[in-house]
């Protein structure tokens, strides 16, 4: 029995960045499956909301210790487990800027593509999915604009030069749910070379949305 549960969903880049982090630290966890759309959304369940009560994924479970939110997880799994690979470096300022980095994709770009906005928008807009894949792909254009720049600066193999860090967690969850809906990515030299020498790489290969267990048979890969 493992003492790190994580409640999550195969294609919720959310919980992609937590796997990714999971698998860089090599922390061993219980994959515990929320189904966003089952039923009118697991999330949705009452027995669920008692642990996250925003009812969002994933969640995090340390043995009595619950904690939600992506990079606030990320970030308490790395002070918790400090001796596997660090995933924010001790430097304050480097610290800061990796930090600025992952808030421009969780607090700018992220909840344009969030399943929660796009029913919003069908719902109460009585938008279509011609309309609400536009709206993706405008918002996270621009977001990826800001996330080039930055890599300009800062880009080595990965973003932050060659050592792995939670930007990196960010930033390939957010190239696949670009990719999901079609964004054109073509004029992002950093972005798109960062994520190949990511995917390359077994930590992401084993947390990608296409190789979990409640990964639906029609998009599993090998």
């Not at 809906?181 to 994520?195: A, E, G, P, R, Y």
Request: proline share 5%; hydrophobic share 35%; glycine share 4%.
């Amino acid at each position: 029995m493992h003492d790190l549960k994580l409640y999550n969903y195969f294609r919720s880049s959310t919980s992609f960045r937590v796997r990714i982090a999971m698998e860089i630290k090599q922390l061993p966890y219980e994959y515990i499956s929320i189904h966003l759309l089952n039923d009118g959304g697991e999330q949705n369940k009452p027995e669920y909301r008692k642990l996250n009560p925003m009812g969002g994924v994933p969640t995090l479970q340390h043995k009595e210790f619950l904690l939600a939110q992506s990079d606030a997880i990320i970030e308490y799994l790395d002070e918790v487990f400090p001796q596997s690979h660090r995933l924010f470096p001790n430097d304050p300022k480097q610290k800061a800027k990796i930090r600025e980095f992952c808030q421009i994709i969780n607090a700018d770009i992220h909840s344009y593509g969030n399943l929660k906005t796009l029913q919003y928008l069908e719902k109460t807009f009585s938008a279509t999915d011609e309309i609400k894949n536009k709206w993706v792909r405008d918002w996270f254009s621009q977001g990826l604009k800001a996330c080039e720049t930055h890599l300009q600066k800062s880009a080595g193999l990965y973003c932050f030069a060659d050592t792995l860090t939670a930007a990196d967690c960010f930033l390939i969850p957010l190239v696949f749910t670009a990719n999901r809906f079609k964004v054109d990515l073509s004029d992002f030299k950093n972005i798109n070379q960062v994520n190949e020498n990511c995917l390359k790489l077994s930590s992401f290969q084993k947390a990608h949305p296409y190789r979990q267990s409640d990964t639906p048979q029609d998009l599993k890969i090998t």
